[in-house]
Structures are given as structure tokens and as C-alpha cells.
């Protein structure tokens, strides 16, 4: 029996759907929102955010101010989540409100940045105002496949005699700098920061954990020589949060991967340096209960830096061949490279540079020791009139340095040993450079070849620095068609050679 009041399923359908359309579910706050258990030292545990995926960006809100601070989701537990708070965390109380946000961690990114001072999310610290970003990019991507990369082919001149002859550097390999505390580590990155005027390379410098005050000394120095203007600084100081020292690299990186895929351009990221990342990483694994393995560093702490230098890198044509250089930056507690950071970041790079304290101390600076020093891929992208030189520069050196420590027995030694120990100690002489002072290569080869020529063996030891100042003047001011055209030709052919014994000759004439 059918009754008035019982709806008809059509009926229903319509009141339902009318009910649905009115729905705002726009204005409904659907997002899932947690709250803090614990803040402690640049970590907090927070409770509610199921969903929260590896990697991804928090939002905190400062219930006592309203303002938001972000931070990093880490570790992902049952019944709660471990984050990084990127910003001061001393606001943060326990029980204020956190949310996803579904997005990775990112910087901004563009031309913008050039010249600029930043800290790890792209804030200016400079005092230069805002900065106006293109885009905005993941601080962790992928590193490009074996099919989009082409192998190391252009150099990547440091203006330093002693690396671009022995030790040279390809644009796209990744070439560790290590050594112990003041031995002319940062030096080294920073000359071939200044060395990169008018070569079309992006640099980006990322200081992490450094004092400040010695932050504001690189960057007053790249403002006096101008390097500033195609630089970009990333600072995250011995005072920042460790979290922020721990992205400061891939933040960096980011930057750089920007001008390398969208630009296609050239770009040298210098991580001074990796230690202290690698220390930081343990501070906030630590706070955040992550097991500690050797030396107390977590299990993926070799991951912490191999997923960083994987993205160096020199593209294909077909991925408009830009690159990324990656010059990482180690610091040793007395000479040891066979600790654990240093043994992994050694693996992980094509070749290294070491710089030796002994060598420092005794005023040979650069204090670069040549004989472990290695570069596995730059040869192949050495200019060849540096090969030529080159080669003979490296063998005498060697020999040089093996017969030193015969000779301090203070026998007597035979002419032909004498010869030899007299050039290597001009070798040496020659190699010393001072800071600041990069050198075009067509000049490093012509001095190279004037001193494994024997064109020094008559000048004293203690002149040959002299006798180098003076030379190069002398071929600029009279011969600069040579030095020209070891430029342009790149490679030292008969004609070429005789020219620049001609112009040696000249100057030996004259002293
Ligand atoms: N080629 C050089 N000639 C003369 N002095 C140099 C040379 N290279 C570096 N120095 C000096 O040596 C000192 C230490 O250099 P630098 O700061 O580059 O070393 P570092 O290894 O980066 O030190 P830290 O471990 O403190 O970072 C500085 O005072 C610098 O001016
Ligand atoms: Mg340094």
C-alpha cells in the first residue's frame, strides 16, 4: 500500500544532488593537521600527520605569534613523524599545529640569485634586498642517467699552474679538494672562482658551517675582484641550525642544476665543506634517534653525499650540453684521509687534491702534493698544448721528489743527479703561486716549457720567481702574439715551438 510520504528514488537522487552542488568544499579545511610532541635542538616530533611523505615540507605555526616556520619531514615512525625545523625553533611549543603542505622542499631559483648572498631556502642575507626568482626547483632531483650525459671534454681552467698541468679539471667532473684545518683548501676554490671571468661559468659557493666572519671575507674578496658578478653565495654558518647547514649543499646544487638543464650553461658548485655537512647530518640523526654506526655517523651517510656529487654533471648535445663541476671541499684531522668521510667522499670523486700541511708550513703554497694528487677524467679535456708541456713537467717532478729524499743523506752524488735535483727545485719554485693571483693558460704553458727546458737551471733558486714576474711582463709587452696564439691554436706545433724559444731566447739575452 503506497502512502503519501515515501519518496520516489528519482526524487532522492535530485534533493541529494542539490545538496551536493550547494556543498563548499572549498572553504572546508580538509587538510590533515598534527601537533607538535617535542621540539628539541632544531628537530620536533609531531603527532597526526599520517600522510606526511619522506622528504616533504612542514609548516609550523608559532601559536603564540601566528607565524609559520618551515620544515622537513625525515623520519617516518608508526605513530609519528621526526622533522627538521628549518628557521628558529626556540618559537615552536609543544602542541602548536603542523601541517603538510605536499610539496618537496624547494629554492628559488633564476638570474636573479647572481651576485646575491643567500641562505639555504633562498632568503637574501645580503642586505641587497629581495630577490626576484624565475622559478623554484626541488632542492633533492634526481641526477641525470648515463644516456643524458656525454663524457668530461672541456677543461675547466683553475688558473692554478700546479692543478691545470698535473691535476687538470674537465667542466662536469667532481674533484675533491682535502686537507687538514689552514691549508689553503677555500684558496684553491676560491682563485678558480675568480679564474672564471669571461669563461661563461655560473659559480655557486656554499659555505657550510663556516664562521661568518670568514664567509664575509670570501665574499668581500669576490666583490673586489669582480667575481661576484656571475657568483652566487649559499651560506649556512657554524651558527645556523644544523638543519639548515644539512640542505645548504643541495640547496646549492639546485641553483646551480637550474642554469646547467634550463640555461644550458656552464656551472662550478664548491661545497666548503663537506665535513661539517657530514657533521651536522649526525647532530640532527642523532637528536632525532637514528642508530648511530661508525664514528657515530648514521648508516646513509654515504648516501648523504653521493646523491648530492651524482648530480655533477656534463650533458649530452642532445640535453643542450650544459654541465655542473662539483669542486667538494674535505677537511682531515691530521693528514688522515682514511677516516670514514674522507674515504667515503674520496670514492664518490673523480680524483683528488691534497694539500699537505708540511708542504704549507714550509712555504711551498700552493701546498699541493702532487705525487698522490690525481685527477681520473680532466686529462682528457686538458688543452693539448698543455699535454705537451705537461708530461715532461710531471716526470721530472716525480723524479725530482724521489731523488730529494736520497739526497739528504748528504753523499756525494754524480753530475747527471745534481742536474736533476737542481731543475726540480726550479720546478717547485715555479709551481708556488700566490693567492689571488690565477694564471691565463697560455702563459702557465709558456713558463712550463721555458722551466723543463732547462732555460732556469742557470738562475738561482731563490730568483726564480723573479725571473718568472719578469719573463711573463716581458712576453706581454713584446711578445704577445705568442702567447696569442698559443691561445687560439691549443696545441704547440714546429712554428709555434721555434716562436717560443725565440721569445725565451730573447729574454734570457737580456738578463
Ligand atoms: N697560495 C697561497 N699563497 C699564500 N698564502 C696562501 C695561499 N693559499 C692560502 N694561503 C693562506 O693560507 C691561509 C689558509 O688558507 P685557507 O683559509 O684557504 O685554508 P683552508 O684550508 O680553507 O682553512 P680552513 O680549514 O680554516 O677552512 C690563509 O691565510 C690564506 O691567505
Ligand atoms: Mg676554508
Redesign the pocket.
Known amino acids: 500500500m503506497a502512502t503519501d510520504s515515501v519518496l520516489r528514488p528519482g526524487e532522492l537522487k535530485e534533493v541529494l544532488l542539490k545538496e551536493i552542488e550547494a556543498a563548499d568544499l572549498q572553504a572546508l579545511d580538509t587538510q590533515e593537521v598534527g601537533s607538535i610532541l617535542e621540539v628539541k635542538d632544531g628537530t620536533a616530533r609531531v603527532y597526526g600527520l599520517a600522510s606526511a611523505m619522506a622528504g616533504e615540507m612542514l609548516e609550523f605555526s608559532v601559536s603564540e605569534t601566528g607565524e609559520t616556520i618551515s620544515g622537513l619531514a625525515l623520519n617516518l615512525e608508526e605513530d609519528n613523524i621526526g622533522s627538521v625545523i628549518l628557521g628558529d625553533y626556540l618559537k615552536l611549543r609543544e602542541g602548536d599545529e603542523v601541517r603538510c603542505t605536499g610539496r618537496v622542499l624547494e629554492v628559488p631559483v633564476g638570474k636573479g640569485l647572481i651576485g646575491r648572498v643567500v641562505d639555504p631556502l633562498g632568503n637574501p642575507v645580503d642586505g641587497l634586498g629581495p630577490i626576484k626568482a624565475e622559478a623554484h626547483r626541488k632542492i633533492e632531483s634526481q641526477a641525470p642517467g648515463i644516456i643524458a650525459r656525454q663524457p668530461v671534454k672541456e677543461p675547466l681552467q683553475t688558473g692554478?699552474k700546479a692543478i691545470d698541468s698535473m691535476i687538470p679539471i674537465g667542466r662536469g667532473q667532481r674533484e675533491l679538494i682535502i686537507?687538514?684545518?689552514?691549508?689553503?683548501?677555500?684558496?684553491?676554490?676560491?682563485?678558480t672562482i675568480i679564474n672564471q671571468r669571461g669563461q661563461d661559468v655560473i659559480c655557486v659557493y656554499i659555505a657550510i658551517g663556516?664562521r661568518n666572519s670568514?664567509v664575509a671575507g670570501v665574499v668581500e674578496h669576490l666583490r673586489e675582484t669582480g667575481a661576484i658578478e656571475y657568483s652566487i653565495v649559499v651560506v649556512a654558518g657554524a651558527a645556523d641550525p644544523a638543519p639548515m647547514q644539512f640542505i645548504a649543499p643541495y640547496a646549492g646544487c639546485a641553483i646551480a642544476e637550474y642554469f646547467m638543464y634550463e640555461h644550458n650553461r656552464h656551472t662550478l658548485c664548491i661545497y666548503?665543506?663537506l665535513s661539517k655537512h657530514a657533521q651536522a647530518y649526525r647532530q640532527l640523526s642523532l637528536v632525532l634517534r637514528r642508530p648511530p654506526g661508525r664514528e657515530a655517523y648514521p648508516g646513509d651517510v654515504f648516501y648523504l653525499h653521493s646523491r648530492l656529487l651524482e648530480r655533477a654533471a656534463k650533458l649530452s648535445d642532445a640535453h643542450g650540453g650544459g654541465s655542473l663541476t662539483a669542486l667538494p671541499?674535505i677537511?682531515t684531522q691530521a693528514g688522515d684521509v682514511s677516516a670514514y668521510i674522507p674515504t667515503n667522499v674520496i670514492s664518490i670523486t673523480d680524483g683528488q687534491i691534497y694539500?699537505e700541511g708540511d708542504l704549507?708550513y714550509a712555504n711551498v703554497?700552493?701546498?699541493i702534493n702532487a705525487g698522490i694528487s690525481v685527477s681520473r677524467v680532466g686529462g682528457n679535456a686538458q688543452i693539448k698544448a698543455m699535454k705537451q708541456v705537461a708530461g715532461r713537467l710531471r716526470l721530472e717532478y716525480a723524479q725530482y721528489r724521489e731523488l730529494e729524499a736520497f739526497a739528504q743523506f748528504g753523499s756525494e752524488l754524480d753530475q747527471a743527479t745534481q742536474r736533476q735535483l737542481a731543475r726540480g727545485q726550479r720546478i717547485v719554485e715555479v709551481l708556488?703561486?700566490?693567492?689571488y693571483t690565477p694564471m691565463p693558460v697560455e702563459k702557465q704553458i709558456a713558463i712550463i716549457y721555458a722551466v723543463t727546458n732547462g732555460y732556469l737551471d742557470d738562475v738561482a733558486a731563490r730568483d726564480v720567481r723573479t725571473w718568472e714576474t719578469e719573463f711573463h711582463e716581458f712576453m706581454d709587452a713584446k711578445h704577445a702574439e705568442v702567447l696569442k696564439k698559443i691561445r687560439t691554436k691549443r696545441t704547440l706545433d714546429d712554428a709555434l715551438i721555434a716562436e717560443l724559444k725565440r721569445a725565451i731566447d730573447g729574454f734570457t739575452a737580456l738578463q
Open positions: 692554478i686537507g687538514d684545518r689552514g691549508t689553503g683548501k677555500t684558496a684553491i676554490a676560491l682563485d663556516q670568514t666548503d665543506d671541499v677537511e694539500l704549507f703554497r700552493p701546498a708556488k703561486q700566490p693567492q
